[in-house]
Every structure is written in structure tokens, then in C-alpha cells.
């Protein structure tokens, strides 16, 4: 992976700390959270069950978090940064399609 090995590996963790904290911080939240899209967050009344959907969001963004550290971790052994990439832009783009995903399972139905 060349020189920028330990400025890669900076950065994947510190992106992944922030992930994780937005993760916990979600997870914990008892109001309906949002996913920082410039949408506003639903209301309480909005949603069928604000503990799972909260828990799913934070549990989403830290799992995002987690995957880019494994990426790099993975790349490093594999002498590949390909695979950090992947891991790195991969789950980045399936957010938005869970976050769809969560809004339809527990948003209420007019």
C-alpha cells in the first residue's frame, strides 16, 4: 500500500469513529432519527416503533464504520488498496437504500 499506509490507516479510523459515534448517538436517540440527508427527521407519531428504527439507523452507521476499518485491514494483508476502496464506497452507497428501506418498514401509512 506504499507510504500513505498509516495516513490511510488515520484516516479510515477516525472516519469510523465519527461514523460510530453518529451510530451510538442514533441508537440512543428517543425521537425518530434522520439520516443527515437535509430531510427533516419523521415525528414521533410518524412512526410505528421509534426504538427499532432508531437502533437499525445507528446500528447501520456503525456497522459502515466498522467495514471501513475491516477494508483497510483487508487491503493492508492483501497488499491491495482496491479492497479498501470497495469496502470504503460500498456500504457509503447502500445507506441511502437502507435508510428507504427503514422508512418504509416503520413510517405509518396515511
Not at 11 to 40: M, N
Not at 43 to 53: M, N, S
Request: charge should be positive.
Amino acid at each position: 500500500m506504499g507510504g500513505g499506509r498509516y495516513f490511510t490507516l488515520g484516516v479510515s479510523v477516525a472516519v469510523a469513529l465519527l461514523l460510530c459515534i453518529i451510530g451510538i448517538t442514533q441508537w440512543r436517540s428517543i425521537h425518530p432519527v434522520t439520516f443527515y440527508s437535509g430531510e427533516e427527521p419523521p415525528k414521533d407519531e410518524e412512526i410505528t416503533d421509534i426504538r427499532a428504527y432508531n437502533r437499525k439507523h445507528g446500528l447501520m452507521w456503525i456497522t459502515v464504520g466498522l467495514l471501513i476499518v475491516l477494508g483497510w485491514f483487508l487491503a493492508d494483508l492483501a497488499q491491495n488498496g482496491i479492497i479498501w476502496m470497495v469496502m470504503l464506497i460500498a456500504p457509503l452507497l447502500g445507506m441511502p437504500l437502507y435508510h428507504s428501506h427503514l422508512d418504509t418498514k416503520y413510517r405509518k401509512r396515511p
